[in-house]
Every structure is written in C-alpha cells, then in structure tokens.
C-alpha cells in the first residue's frame, strides 16, 4: 500500500496469477484497508490490480486443494468493530452487511476499485476507459474527492447508502436531517463555508 496526496493505493500483486484470490490475500487486503481507513493522512482509497488483471476469482490452486480435502481454503467473517470503524462519523452499517467483505462497508473512507482487466464477480461499473487512461482518471477523481470533499461528510454519506437499502423512506429521510443538522456544528462545515467566501481549497481535518 502506497498513500500519496491523501490517496492510499492497494494493489493486488500476483499478476503471474493474474492476481487470482487466496485467503492471505483477503488477510493482507484487510488489514491495509483497516490501517487506511484509520489513518487520517488518507481520504480516498483505491484498489486495482497488478500487470494485466484486477482479480481472476479464486485461485485454483486453493479450489483443487478444496477438491481433493473437501476442506474451503476460506477465511472467516470478521467484525468490523476490530479496525476500529465503528467510531467513524455517521450510523455503522456493519449490522446489515454480514460475510467476509462486511468491513468494507464500515470502512469510513470511499473505495474505487480500478479495474484495470479480467475481473470476477463484479456487478457494477461506473465508466469503462481505454487500459492506458485507467489510472489517470481514478487518480484524478480520487484527488479531487481529497482537495474538495469533508472526509467527514463522505463517511456519513457513504454510511447513508450503505444503510438506506435496509431502511423505509422515513427512517432514511428522518436519519439525513438528523446529519444535516448534526453537520452545522461539526468543524468541516464552518471550513467549508469559510473557504467559499474566501475563494480558496478547503482544509478539511483528517479522519
């Protein structure tokens, strides 16, 4: 894992492999996104994969081994509370986001997946680019979510989402106006209007 700027880039590194998925790999992924998502040098967090694949699903080595012992090489759910993200700004949605992957959810930091080739299990995109741009336009979205954006805010509006799928309309709408009004006092905002008036970047304060 490299931070630079408020950017803390995990890549997956097998790529001899095209980066298929072992169980240290999941260990190695979650606790760098737990030293990240605590670290208030970082703001954005991005995860791509090395040489030409993002991540070719299971490795097969560990699926034949599965075969041959009927034994999953897996690792178990883990609670998030353990990295510490339950005491990030907003509702922790670690409740409803259960499995191996339930700390990313709580995680208070946003996390763009660069998808730089052959990917497994991944539903949903938000723009396709050419192979050689891929990294300069996460980079530039990144960077502009860490010159412009609360790290504060994006944790309450990231936990918002996360939660508004377990939520009926009123409990969504009565929890966005209990942060909204919660945000008027918090120093994020004060800097935010502050840095309009005066024309200039904001300095938000770190996570």
């Known amino acids: 894992m490299t931070t630079d700027q408020g950017v803390s880039t995990m890549t997956l590194n097998r790529p001899d492999k095209l980066n298929a998925w072992t169980p240290q790999m ?3 992924l979650r606790r760098a996104i737990g030293q990240a998502g605590s670290d208030p ?5 991005v995860i791509t994969g090395a040489g030409r694949s993002f991540c070719a699903g299971a490795d097969m080595g560990g699926l034949q081994n599965t075969v041959e012992t009927r034994v999953a090489s897996v690792t178990s759910a883990h609670d998030a509370d353990e ?3 339950a005491a990030a700004s907003g509702a922790d949605p670690e ?3 259960p499995g191996r992957f339930g700390y990313m959810f709580s995680c208070p930091k946003p996390i763009v997946a660069a998808i730089n080739g052959p ?5 949903l995109l938000n723009k396709a680019l050419p192979a050689g ?3 300069a336009h996460v980079t530039e979205v990144a960077k502009a979510m860490v010159t412009n954006a609360s790290p504060r805010s994006m944790a309450v509006m990231e936990r918002q989402l ?3 799928s377990h939520q009926s309309f009123a409990e969504s709408l009565a929890m966005a106006d209990a942060e909204m009004q919660g945000s008027f006092a918090a120093p994020d905002f004060k800097e935010g209007v502050q840095s309009f ?3 200039r970047a904001p300095q938000f304060p770190g996570l």
């Open 26 to 28: 999941a260990d190695d």
């Open 41 to 45: 040098d970082c703001r954005v967090i």
């Open 83 to 85: 990295l510490g993200f």
């Open 95 to 97: 409740a409803h986001c």
């Open 119 to 123: 990917c497994a299990g991944i539903g």
């Open 133 to 135: 741009d891929l990294m």
């Open 162 to 164: 996360r939660l508004a």
């Open 197 to 199: 008036v005066e024309r």
